[in-house]
């Protein structure tokens, strides 16, 4: 009877890892969407940034284009330092990285899978231990 008590007994927990493991599926699937909804959030506050510096820089150089062609050197003097310097312009170099993010993670999955295919090799050495006196049915039976 242990035999079948063993076979039920790793069914059930076998049933349960393949339950636990789709409920942890799901999990880690929600914290990707929601780590790539905010890396694209990130990106395109990061876009618009660039959109407006690009749209200030375009406004400068026309402004300095302008002032190149003035004949009143004291305007060009008094106006090129604020038109070089903008205040709040940045010297920016954005990155966005979403591979960075998932390597823990992919990693995390990977080892859990290597440590779930050892599972059956340490069923099978643990049923090869087995004392010997279970050889004959009756010992087998009780």
């Known amino acids: 009877m242990r035999s079948q008590e063993s076979v039920e007994e790793s069914g059930r927990i076998f049933t349960e890892l393949i ?6 599926r799901s999990e880690v ?9 905010a890396e694209l959030s ?3 506050r990061l876009l618009k940034k660039l959109e407006q510096e690009i749209a200030d820089l375009k406004r400068r150089v026309t402004e300095l ?3 190149s062609h003035t004949h009143d050197h004291v305007h ?3 106006s090129f330092p604020s038109l070089c310097l903008s205040p709040g312009f940045e010297n ?3 990155t966005v990285n979403l591979h960075h993010t998932f390597d823990g993670m992919r990693e995390s999955l990977l080892q859990m899978k290597r440590q779930v295919e ?3 090799p340490q069923a099978v050495a643990l049923f090869q ?5 279970l050889t004959n049915r009756q010992n087998f039976l009780h």
Do not use: G
């Open 129 to 133: 231990i087995l004392p010997s006196q």
């Open 76 to 78: 060009f003097l008094q």
């Open 65 to 67: 284009e302008q002032l």
């Open 118 to 120: 050892q599972i059956r």
């Open 29 to 37: 699937m929600e914290l990707i969407r929601a780590q790539e909804k």
């Open 19 to 24: 339950s636990l493991m789709e409920k942890k």
């Open 42 to 44: 990130r990106a395109e």
């Open 92 to 94: 920016s170099l954005y």
